[in-house]
């Protein structure tokens, strides 16, 4: 069995790192935008629009996923950032991302 080069085993231990804190982060956003929901749903909506079953529905399903793309936006720039970081370069991570990609 070989050793593991040292770099090779720091490039795990960041990746991981910065796979939790994006999950972490995914998971508190899409909490907050459930209880959001869910105090919107105990205040009740006014207006005519509102009152039709499908339109509520509907409003509230691209809310949601409008939010929820923001939410992956920011979350793609908090990777470009730490591959900027890491690369020290805004070249280098460049080359470093699309080399992820094959």
């Known amino acids: 069995m070989e050793a593991i ?3 090779w085993t720091q490039s795990w231990i ?14 508190c956003g899409v909490v907050l935008l459930a209880r ?3 105090r919107a749903g105990n ?3 006014q207006g ?5 079953p499908i339109v509520l529905p509907v ?5 949601v996923g409008v939010l929820l ?12 950032g ?3 970081g890491l690369a020290r370069s805004a070249p280098k991570a460049m080359r470093c991302s699309i080399q992820w990609i094959r």
């Open 82 to 84: 730490a591959i900027c």
């Open 43 to 45: 205040r009740g909506f």
């Open 5 to 7: 080069e040292p770099a």
């Open 59 to 63: 409003a509230l399903v691209s809310i």
């Open 69 to 80: 793309a923001m939410l992956h936006g920011l979350e793609s720039a908090m990777w470009a």
């Open 14 to 27: 960041w990746g991981l790192a910065l796979i939790a804190v994006t999950i972490g982060f995914h998971a």
């Open 36 to 38: 959001g929901l869910q």
């Open 48 to 52: 005519r629009a509102f009152r039709h």
